[in-house]
């Protein structure tokens, strides 16, 4: 059995690797020079930057990534931050524990979720947002900004509930030593002792269908046949590469601005996320160099922000986020590395948390991995699940 990979990203390299467990031969198929898409390392004055992720796995080694790469005996280290969190409040740094919120809003949430459960009478975050004292409403937008890149009128409570319930379960994250692309090698090495190929520079053009079967994918003008094929492009493209459109969802990607900075002193001196609740639009920031200090210079801190984009000028997003640094970094030497903006056909996810369809598409033989079918759990925990969904499928 032969399968087909449309797309080296991390999400096509998981289903590469599952699959040919399962014993498929694999081919992958990526468009650009290099693999791992926006889960990959580039390397700038010494800097480890990134392609798009922050160097992060939202549930460290405990999650479902970490849990799929253990199960597919893919060597990667991933350090477990301590503390998992903090709060930048009114000037003030918190550790980020359950006590840090007011007893009154989290009984008002447990009420919420208990409600939920027995009515299954769904309604956006903003609502149970609207009722909540100013501390955990703003810690909601940070949590959603840093760890979505959404606001709170952009996802269902149920949504948000099984995120929360993943993250209670497999608690805070973890960085991968050697970064992002530490993964994407691995899982590479694994797929080649499988006798898999990854084609880099190698463009699908079309997804070859006949009485709703995938049958192969078109590479230079050139049919391959394969007996399954995976796109790693989400639903929205892979109906372009078919040629007909099958969903009945509109499915909007979510948007971002990250900045990568350069520090000789560490700002946050520990591997865990801070939430920034006192900014206009930076929603955290994380200091990996403090769990792997290769990923910077001798000497020198990377430390990255992020912060959803809220409008669709991306100059006066840039310019509140760097207001925003300015005044969080107001004793600091810093230089800003790099600043990268991330929507339409390079965003934060092709799907926005909450609102993927699943993995299925109508035709036989072709599935959708990757953010643009993520299982309900964050960024790539999120894929990871439907991961898993995939091997039992197939
Ligand atoms: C700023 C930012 C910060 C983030 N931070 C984190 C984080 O810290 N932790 C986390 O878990 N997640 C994070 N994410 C999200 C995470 O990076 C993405 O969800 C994940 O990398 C998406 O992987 P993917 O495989 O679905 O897609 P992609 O990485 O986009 O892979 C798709 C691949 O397909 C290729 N391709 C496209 N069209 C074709 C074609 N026709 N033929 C062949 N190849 C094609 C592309 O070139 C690409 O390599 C972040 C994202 C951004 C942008």
Same mark, same amino acid.
């Given at each position: ?11 096509? *390299? ?18 650009? $020079? ?23 796995? =939202? ?5 479902? *990534? ?16 301590? =503390?998992?969190?903090? #709060? ?11 006590? #840090?919120? $007011?007893? @009154? ?41 840093? &760890?979505?890149?959404?606001? =709170? ?19 805070? =994250? ?26 880099? @520079? ?9 009485? &709703? ?30 040629? +007909? ?9 979510? +948007?971002?601005?990250?900045?990568? !900075?350069?520090?000789?002193?560490? %700002? ?5 996320? /801070? ?5 206009? @639009?930076? &929603? ?17 801190? /990377?430390?990255?922000?992020?912060? $959803? ?9 840039? %310019? ?18 790099? !600043? ?9 996810? +092709? #799907? ?13 033989? /072709? ?15 999120? !894929? ?9 499928? #197939?």
């Amino acid at each position: 059995m032969r399968a087909a990979i449309i797309g080296a990203g991390l999400g096509g *390299l998981l289903a590469a690797n599952v699959l040919a467990k399962k014993g498929y031969k694999i081919d992958v198929f990526e468009k650009l $020079p290099f693999a791992g898409g926006r889960f990959t390392n580039l390397n700038y004055k010494g800097f480890e930057l990134t392609t798009g992720a922050l160097h992060m796995i =939202p549930h460290g080694k405990r999650g479902p *990534l970490g849990q799929l790469l253990k199960k597919l005996d893919v060597k990667v280290e991933i350090l477990d931050s301590k =503390p998992e969190g903090e #709060v930048l409040y009114k000037d003030d740094r918190k550790e980020l524990t359950k006590k #840090v919120a $007011p007893l @009154r809003t989290l009984m008002k949430f447990y009420a919420k979720s208990l409600a939920y459960r027995l009515f299954k009478k769904d309604f956006y975050l903003e609502k149970f947002q609207k009722s909540i004292d100013e501390f955990s409403s703003k810690f909601l937008d940070a949590f959603l900004g840093w &760890s979505l890149s959404i606001t =709170p009128n952009e996802i269902l409570f149920s949504k948000f509930l099984k995120i929360y319930q993943q993250t209670m379960k497999f608690r805070g =994250p973890g960085i991968p030593v050697g970064g992002c692309k530490a993964v994407i090698d691995a899982l590479i090495e694994n797929l080649k002792s499988y006798d898999g190929n990854v084609y880099l @520079r190698k463009k699908v053009e079309k997804i070859a269908v006949k009485n &709703s079967k995938a049958k192969g994918v078109f590479v230079k003008n050139q049919k391959k046949s394969y007996d399954l094929i995976i796109s790693n492009l989400g639903h929205v493209e892979a109906q372009k590469l078919i040629g +007909r459109d099958y969903l009945n969802a509109d499915l909007k990607e979510s +948007r971002g601005i990250k900045y990568s !900075i350069a520090l000789r002193q560490p %700002y946050l001196n520990h591997t865990g996320v /801070l939430f920034t609740l006192n900014t206009s @639009r930076i &929603s955290g920031m994380n200091e990996v160099t403090n769990a792997d200090p290769n990923l910077a210079p001798n000497g020198r801190h /990377l430390l990255m922000a992020h912060q $959803p984009m809220l409008t669709t000028n991306v100059k006066y997003e840039i %310019y509140l986020g760097l207001k925003d640094l300015k005044r969080i970094l107001k004793s600091y030497d810093y230089e800003i590395l790099a !600043i990268q903006s991330y929507f339409d056909g390079w965003p934060v996810n +092709r #799907v926005k948390a909450g609102m993927d369809v699943g993995i299925e598409t109508p035709y036989k033989n /072709l599935f959708v991995v990757g953010d643009g079918a993520k299982g309900d759990d964050i960024e790539v925990d999120g !894929i990871a699940l439907n991961i898993f969904r995939l091997g039992d499928e #197939v």
